[in-house]
């Protein structure tokens, strides 16, 4: 069975990445797509579903998992990037994170300003889909910190923490990173392109 993970990704990427996933096996071999983006679950269903593949779905927090055979047809043949549907996306917004305080006055008082804003950000009734996290604010994921106390809270909500592998490197803070998953710049390209508003504090 082949298992294609595109969480972290908007469309078309996860279609496409299925289409690609459908090429070289075999007709009814099972296949499983795991996403956490609704409207990517909806536009991946929809593609399977016009092509003649069954789909279970199943969850498991903010995660959906699809599990289908390659149906029979000419699916390596078509174009999965007309299912691209963005419309329940356009009231998403992603909240970027480029340093470790808020605005650029007195340190002390943007680091009170930064630590506010995230405790508050939980709070509101439409979350971020995505936190993003580059150059000094990474720093906001360390270990022992308030931010890194809050941006858990957002995790467990559903909030994608993605941070800057390059910058987590730069900072040589690897080892003391405690919330959110490394990422690349490629990734985090596509993340602020596809969503709908882009918040910096």
Do not use: W
Request: proline residues 4%; glycine residues 10%.
């Amino acid at each position: 069975m082949k298992i294609i993970d595109t969480k972290g990704y908007t469309c078309p990427r996860p279609l496409i990445m299925l289409k690609e996933g459908m090429t070289g096996i075999q007709t009814g071999e099972e296949i499983t797509v795991i996403t956490d983006n609704e409207t990517s679950l909806n536009n991946l269903v929809n593609y399977l579903q016009d092509h003649g593949a069954e789909s279970e779905i199943s969850s498991e927090g903010p995660v959906f998992t699809i599990r289908t055979r390659k149906p029979e047809g000419t699916i390596e043949q078509s174009d999965p990037v007309v299912y691209c549907s963005t419309s329940q996306g356009n009231e998403d917004y992603v909240v970027c994170l480029n340093s470790h305080m808020m605005g650029d006055g007195d340190p002390e008082l943007g680091n009170i300003l930064m630590e506010t804003f995230l405790d508050h950000l939980k709070l509101q009734e439409k979350l971020p889909t995505h936190v993003v996290m580059y150059n000094r604010g990474v720093r906001l994921a360390m270990k022992g910190t308030q931010t890194c106390t809050s941006l858990n809270e957002l995790e467990e909500l559903g909030c994608r923490i993605m941070l800057c592998g390059t910058c987590v490197e730069y900072y040589g803070i690897q080892y003391d990173i405690g919330v959110g998953m490394i990422s690349n710049m490629v990734n985090i390209t596509e993340t602020l392109a596809s969503t709908g508003h882009v918040v910096t504090p």
